[in-house]
């Protein structure tokens, strides 16, 4: 999903938005093709389909939408380049006022705009980043479908905060991959090898480069592979991959055996200065399938340690999902 720099998503607004001190939930919901969904409220009218995605730095409205309500261009501000997984995108600054998730409103005078693919303007109307999500711990209740957004500048207290068993994983900005723009990393194990792992609740797969592949002992040798879908994110841009089997991937406690992630050098990779080191991102399909909490206060990724059959029924009923926006 997009990766806005921050200082040039946030630096426009002055500064970050804040939420509530008191913790709520809203409603989310995983789309058929892996998007973590919620509804929120675009001054005041809505509610809009926004993608939940920890990997931006900034909260994006698509023109699907700033079109639609006739929000001004900032002209003086030009157009924006922000990189996504699959390539650069063209942005601009509009007018906004607010957004607004459940009860709780978030000031943003500017918000960047632009047109993403066809995929995503048919399911959503923007991205809600970092910058909203981030000043509190965010939990990711799914197999209730509840989004619970914790108490503004605290972390987790796993005493009071957290019912059942979880264990932690300690959340990191890596030195010399994008530092300073407020990306978690994390370890993972790809058949007992560490790779650093962005936390990338927007990435429909999880995906390595190819010297994560060459270090986790898989050939990287695309004509023994299989051809994946080619990935594509934000932007229209699409970027061949292959299919990768692994004997296992490990996340703390957590372990999946005998399963498959895609192969891609994505132009993120060389964005992160990390195009030619071992690097993954680690998204919703890994990531949904099992409870858990991001931390950004305390540095921790909390995930519960349950099975994902649990959350079987969960999946199946969010097996499709249409677009909840407001009328025309």
């Not at 990997?55 to 079109?67: E, H, K, M, P, V």
């Not at 650069?88 to 009860?103: F, M």
Request: aromatic share 8%; proline share 5%; with cysteine.
């Amino acid at each position: 999903m997009t990766r806005v720099l921050l200082a040039l998503a946030m630096g426009i607004a002055g500064c970050l938005p804040a939420l509530a001190a008191d913790p709520f939930d809203v409603p989310v919901r995983l789309t058929s093709d892996h998007h973590l969904i919620i509804d929120t409220w675009v001054n005041d009218e809505g509610p809009y389909p926004f993608i939940v995605d920890s990997a931006a730095s900034g909260t994006i409205i698509f023109d699907n939408l700033s079109d639609r309500m006739a929000l001004e261009r900032v002209v003086s501000e030009g157009t924006i380049t922000l990189q996504a997984s699959s390539g650069s995108i063209a942005a601009e600054v509009v007018e906004l006022g607010s957004v607004r998730i459940g009860a709780e409103q978030i000031d943003l005078p500017y918000i960047l705009s632009f047109s993403p693919g066809l995929a995503l303007e048919e399911t959503s109307y923007g991205i809600l980043g970092a910058d909203v999500l981030y000043r509190q711990p965010v939990g990711f209740a799914l197999s209730e479908g509840r989004l619970h957004l914790y108490r503004t500048g605290e972390a987790i207290d796993p005493e009071t905060d957290l019912e059942g068993s979880w264990f932690a994983v300690e959340m990191s900005e890596r030195e010399g991959f994008a530092e300073g723009q407020g990306f978690y990393w994390i370890d993972v194990a790809i058949n007992g090898v560490t790779i650093p792992a962005l936390i990338d609740t927007g990435a429909q797969r999880s995906t390595i480069n190819s010297a994560a592949a060459v270090a986790a002992g898989i050939d990287p040798a695309y004509v023994a592979l299989t051809e994946d879908a080619p990935i594509q994110s934000a932007s229209p841009d699409m970027v061949a991959a292959w299919i990768v089997p692994v004997s296992t991937l490990q996340l703390g406690e957590r372990v999946w055996a005998a399963r498959t992630i895609s192969l891609a050098d994505l132009p993120i990779f060389a964005s992160f200065e990390a195009d030619d080191q071992p690097v993954m991102i680690l998204g919703a399909d890994f990531l949904a399938e099992q409870n858990f909490v991001i931390d950004p206060i305390g540095r921790q990724l909390w995930v519960q340690a349950r099975h994902p059959s649990v959350l079987g029924n969960f999946f199946a009923e969010q097996g499709t999902t249409s677009q909840s926006a407001a009328a025309d």
